[in-house]
């Protein structure tokens, strides 16, 4: 007697190399011969004898978006047969998408976002797998959370995912300044899984300025002192071309030279 041992899985992914289709099914004859597994992708009306039906890859025999049955054949001493079939499975082997973040990296801005979006795209997504992490510059942790049931991890429209930055009781949470870097992993019902990040950097202080020496200090009308100053930014850095420089009494004129943030 063969029957199916429990449900299949519904779906096969990347991340199950191989399976052993034997766990499937439960076979009883005390004068039972060899089972025969088999597998089809078109309602058995052809199939394929499984070889190693205790390491099956589906992955190899099989191209993504395959349905495919998995059949058990029993043959006893005296001739007798019966088979079982497991329910329809699915060939899954894309992982999940993610992208178009939002700040994107390598952005900077002067204030900290209100919410921190992200795309999640698969058509078999399981949004319970769902994981996003948000760290500094030095790495340490600001928020963790995982599957969209957390109050953090907001399911916006379509493909997009907001992070809601506020704590459980309801206060805004702090990025601070500097990098922050999101983190998000996702899987599907399949199994397979994709993490990917992005860096953004908030800079609420705006850059400092220091003349350091004006030589000579006392010029004569139609002299040419120079003067060497600081700009620096140690968070986003110095825009030079948004950077002006302005002269009272006088007039501005030759090279302007930069040394590093001098």
């Known amino acids: 007697t063969v029957n199916t041992d429990g449900d299949a899985p519904s779906f096969y992914g990347n991340s199950d190399t191989s399976v ?68 329809s499975i699915t060939v899954d082997l894309n992982d999940p998408t993610v992208n178009s973040f939002n700040p994107s990296d390598a952005t900077d801005r002067n204030t900290e976002p209100n919410v921190i979006s992200f795309d999640i795209s698969d058509t078999n997504l399981d949004t319970g797998t769902i994981s996003i992490t948000l760290n500094d510059g030095s790495g340490s942790n600001i928020l963790d959370a995982v599957g969209t049931s957390n109050s953090n991890i ?12 506020t704590d459980s009781n309801g206060n805004a949470i702090s990025l601070g300044e500097g990098d922050i870097t999101t983190t998000v992993t996702a899987g599907d019902d399949a199994g397979n899984t994709n993490t990917n990040s992005a860096t953004f950097t908030v800079d609420k202080t705006g850059p400092s300025t220091a003349i350091n020496s004006i030589n000579p200090s006392t010029a004569e009308a139609g002299g040419d002192p120079e003067v060497t100053f600081d700009l620096t930014d140690s968070i986003s850095g110095v825009d030079t071309g948004n950077s002006d420089l302005k002269v009272d009494n006088g007039v501005l004129s030759g090279e302007i030279g930069t040394s590093g943030v001098n």
């Open 154 to 165: 907001v399911d916006a429209s379509g493909d997009t995912y907001e992070i809601d930055l």
């Open 20 to 87: 052993d289709v034997t766990e499937y099914f439960s076979i009883s004859d005390d004068e039972s011969g060899p089972t025969t597994y088999k597998y089809s992708t078109d309602g058995f009306s052809s199939s394929t004898t499984i070889n190693s039906p205790s390491s099956f890859d589906p992955t190899t025999a099989l191209s993504d978006g395959d349905t495919v049955e998995i059949k058990a054949i029993q043959d006893d001493d005296v001739g007798n047969s019966d088979s079982a079939t497991t329910n």
